[in-house]
């Protein structure tokens, strides 16, 4: 894939963690990415998909710069991150927003939904003109109602959390969402919505998308190719389809033959999948 229309472009990605871990004494390194590279087009969404541990969330967070990486490049619309200043970087950073897992943790309890939508507006210096209507319009996109700006994040249930999140990661109009496991906190039934509510933003607003899942069931019915990770490296990366129908890793086959756990409080004790190191 070549041109213009490559809206995200990570190549050679590594990052290590310096530290004792549990257990040793000594000093270790944990190469939690190693070598990652893909490329999404504009209007697409890749699905990274893989088991805990398997390095997800370092790649998204070394994508909008919450991790420094330590060897590789990331290039967003054809500028590579690390060149660049601190002002063109804080210009990036409107462009590419990141919606995480836990809608729980991400919202500050001590604002109000129209304090949340509002902030990155504020921060950015957009806010005092035009910045209420703007805020009513993002609840709307996400299919809240005006009365809700009032409210605090408490009085909400999973899914309107995470469309708060949404909203809120949307103020900036964006062009590239990074969402880590955006769905996984929430009931399967809620799932749904929220992914079509994602396919409907998406279309409209010709968002690209990083999605991030452990799960390939929830990647399924968004993504136009699929990222497969283990252990730090991207191990298969195809389209959807094939992906689907015709997996070549034996760890892309094993994950799409291990059965999904539905209740989210048992998601954290879903079987490791075992496969023999050569794989
Ligand atoms: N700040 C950190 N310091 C040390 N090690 C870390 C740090 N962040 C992640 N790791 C390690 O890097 C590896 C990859 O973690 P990462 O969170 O990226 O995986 P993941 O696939 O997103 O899993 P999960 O879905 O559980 O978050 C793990 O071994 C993890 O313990």
């Known amino acids: 894939m070549t041109g213009s229309d490559v809206m995200l472009r990570v190549s ?11 257990g040793h004494r000594a000093a270790r390194t944990t190469r939690a990415v190693d070598g990652v590279s893909f490329e999404i087009r504009q209007g697409q969404t890749l699905g990274l998909v893989g ?6 969330s370092t790649v998204a ?15 967003f619309r054809g500028h590579d991150l690390a ?14 927003q990141m919606v995480f897992q836990d809608p729980y943790a991400s919202l500050d309890p001590r604002l109000t939904v129209n304090e949340i939508v509002a902030e990155p507006l504020r921060i950015h210096g957009r806010y005092r003109r035009g910045g209420t209507r703007r805020v009513r319009e993002l609840l709307d996109m996400v299919g809240l109602r005006p009365e809700h700006a009032n409210r605090y994040p408490h ?33 399967v039934s809620i799932q749904a919505q929220v992914i079509n509510l994602l396919r409907e933003l998406q279309e409209r607003l010709g968002l690209t998308y990083l999605f991030i899942a452990h799960d390939l069931d929830v990647v399924r019915h968004i993504s136009d190719h699929v990222a497969v990770m283990r252990r730090g490296r991207i191990v298969e990366n195809t389209d959807r389809q094939r992906l689907f129908d015709d997996p070549q890793h034996p760890y ?15 998601r954290g004790t879903k079987q490791r999948i075992v496969l023999d190191d050569q794989d």
């Open 61 to 75: 967070r070394c994508i909008v710069r919450l991790l420094r990486p330590t060897s590789g490049t990331v290039e």
């Open 51 to 56: 088991e805990s541990g398997s390095g997800k």
């Open 155 to 187: 009085e909400f249930s999973g899914g309107q959390r995470q469309r708060i999140g949404i909203a809120r990661a949307l103020a900036l109009e964006p062009r590239l969402l990074v969402l880590d496991e955006p769905v996984s906190a929430l009931d």
């Open 83 to 96: 060149s660049l200043g601190k002002r063109q970087l804080r210009g990036v950073r409107r462009d590419l």
């Open 252 to 266: 892309t086959q094993a994950l799409l033959s291990a059965v999904p756990i539905k209740d989210p409080s048992q």
């Open 12 to 22: 050679g990605l590594v990052k290590e963690f310096h530290g004792a871990g549990p």
